[in-house]
């Protein structure tokens, strides 16, 4: 994957949803040769996408590897910011990775965005005089408690039910829909902008390893480097 195909891709919805599934789904039909997951609340759904670090100095020398699929198991007991600010340069130094952020909100705030993942988000589709790129992709259940910048630079928004009412509206002010669409949504479907495309789509997930295949083949929302 070269850097003009590097993405960043938002996924939203309350707790049932279906949005771990989803990005489970586009990273294992992506197969990405470098991953790197940060696994805020150590989360059985994650389990299997890439080997769990607990150990900082060990995760971080598995992300120097040619290639590597590393999830870091966050130390609850210290500064998580300090953690994800280190997390985040990690990234940056590395390069030319998918970088999965899982639970966003409890490091970021709407008016707050720590200073390496702000670098990462704004600039990291091309640096380095094109030598390296980063495709970002963040979960959380609630997008108003996510960085703007975050949000403004998305190639993708995908969301299932939004419990508050702010919430539904945010996007469906962005889409032009009826925010009672976003907020009645059932478990599993889904509603999705992607910025190249005019039209929002809607679906339902699919458990099927060949209907997430095609999919994935026809939305290629992560790529899966070269």
């Not at 990775?97 to 709407?110: G, N, S």
């Not at 190639?155 to 702010?166: K, Q």
Request: aromatic residues 10%; hydrophobic residues 40%.
């Amino acid at each position: 994957m070269s850097a003009d195909k590097a993405l960043t891709i938002a996924a939203f919805g309350a707790r049932g949803t279906g949005k771990t599934a989803w990005i489970r789904q586009q990273l294992t039909a992506a197969r990405p040769r470098r991953l790197m997951v940060w696994d805020f609340k150590h989360d059985a759904a994650l389990s299997g996408l890439g080997r769990e670090f607990s150990d900082w100095r060990a995760f971080v020398g598995a992300c120097s590897k040619p290639e590597f699929q590393a999830r870091y198991l966050v130390e609850q007991g210290k500064d998580i910011h300090q953690q994800f600010e280190a997390f985040c340069r990690v990234a940056w130094a590395a390069g030319c990775l998918v970088m999965f952020v899982d639970e966003l909100p409890e490091v970021t705030r709407a008016n707050r965005a720590p200073p390496a993942w702000r670098r990462c988000v704004n600039v990291g589709r091309d640096y380095d005089g094109g030598r390296k790129w980063l495709s970002i992709i963040a979960a959380g259940q609630r997008p108003t408690e996510v960085d703007k910048s975050f949000l403004s630079n998305c190639d993708v928004i995908h969301t299932g039910r939004l419990a508050y009412a702010e919430d539904a509206r945010l996007f469906a002010r962005m889409w032009g829909i009826d925010p009672a669409e976003i907020s009645n949504l059932p478990d599993l479907a889904w509603i999705e902008k992607q910025a190249s495309r005019p039209a929002v789509e809607r679906g339902t997930l699919n458990f099927s390893r060949r209907v997430a295949k095609k999919q994935q083949a026809s939305n290629d929302p992560i790529g899966g480097g070269s």
